[in-house]
C-alpha cells in the first residue's frame, strides 16, 4: 500500500503540503516539537509534520481536528468556485473564458480534501489516548524508572553510629544528602468515561478517514469521478 498512498499523495501535492503545512501550525498552537520540517517526503510522512507524539487526548484531539478543519473549509472554497460553473451550470469550452482557472481550482479543492485526516499512526495514538491503554515501550520506560529510583536510593549508604565529641554534640545536625533520583518519563494521560462517550464519533469518523486516506482511497475515488462527470456529462 506504500507505493499507492505516495503515487496519490503526489498527484494531489498541493493538498499534501497544505496538510504538513497546517499540521506545523498545530504542532507550533499545541507546543508540540516538529522533528522533521519537509512536508513532502518519499515515505509514509509523506504529506505530514512530523513532530513530537502528544501525550493527553485533549492535545490528541486538536491536533487531528485543527488540520482537518482548515483542509476542508480551504477545500470546500476551491470547489464552490469551480464545481457551480463547470458542472451545475454547463460552462465548459471556448465560451467560458476562466475554463482553464475553473478547472485548477477544481483540482486544488479535490487535492486539499482529499488531505485532511491526520497520518494513520497519529490516529491510531489518538485512539489510543481515549480508549487504549499505555504502549509496551512506555510500560518499559515506566519499568526503568522504578528500579533506576529502587537503585538511587539502595545506594545511599547508611550513617555509621559512633560517640559523638562535646562539639559534634553542642553543633547542629546535617541534614543528610537526599539521593541523585532518575528523570521520570512523561507517560501518556488517558481520557475519562465522559470524554470517551461524548468523542467517540468524531474520534472514530477520524481514525476511519485516516485508514482510509493511508491507503490513498479517497484521492483515487475523487479522480475516477471527476473525470467521468467531465467526460461524459
Not at 494531489?12 to 506545523?24: D, S
Not at 550513617?159 to 565529641?165: K, M, V
Request: glycine share 6%; net charge negative.
Amino acid at each position: 500500500m506504500k507505493i499507492i498512498y505516495l503515487i496519490t499523495k503526489i498527484l494531489t501535492y498541493p493538498g499534501a503540503f497544505m496538510k504538513g503545512f497546517w499540521e506545523h501550525v498545530a504542532c507550533r498552537v499545541l507546543k508540540l516539537q516538529v522533528t522533521d520540517r519537509r512536508y513532502l517526503r518519499p515515505n509514509e510522512a509523506c504529506g505530514h509534520a512530523s513532530h513530537a507524539p502528544a501525550m493527553t487526548p485533549a492535545k490528541a484531539f486538536l491536533f487531528s481536528f485543527l488540520p482537518y478543519i482548515a483542509q476542508r473549509i480551504l477545500g470546500w472554497i476551491f470547489l464552490g468556485a469551480s464545481v457551480a460553473p463547470l458542472l451545475i451550470f454547463n460552462m465548459r469550452g471556448e465560451g467560458n473564458p476562466m475554463f482553464v482557472m475553473q478547472i485548477a481550482a477544481l483540482f486544488l479543492g479535490i487535492s486539499i480534501i482529499c488531505n485532511s485526516f491526520p497520518q494513520w499512526e497519529d490516529a491510531k495514538r489518538h485512539w489510543r489516548l481515549f480508549y487504549g491503554a499505555p504502549a509496551p515501550e512506555e510500560e518499559q520506560a515506566m519499568q526503568e524508572y522504578s528500579e533506576a529510583l529502587l537503585a538511587a536510593f539502595d545506594a545511599v549508604p547508611e550513617p555509621e553510629e559512633a560517640e559523638a565529641t562535646p562539639e559534634e554534640q553542642e553543633a547542629p545536625e546535617a541534614e543528610p544528602n537526599p539521593p541523585d533520583l532518575p528523570e521520570m518519563p512523561e507517560g501518556p494521560r488517558f481520557a475519562g468515561l465522559a470524554g470517551k462517550i461524548i468523542f467517540a464519533p468524531c474520534n472514530a469518523y477520524f481514525l476511519a478517514g485516516a485508514w482510509l486516506e493511508s491507503r490513498g482511497i479517497p484521492a483515487i475515488a475523487a479522480i475516477l469521478i471527476t473525470a467521468a462527470v467531465l467526460i461524459f456529462r
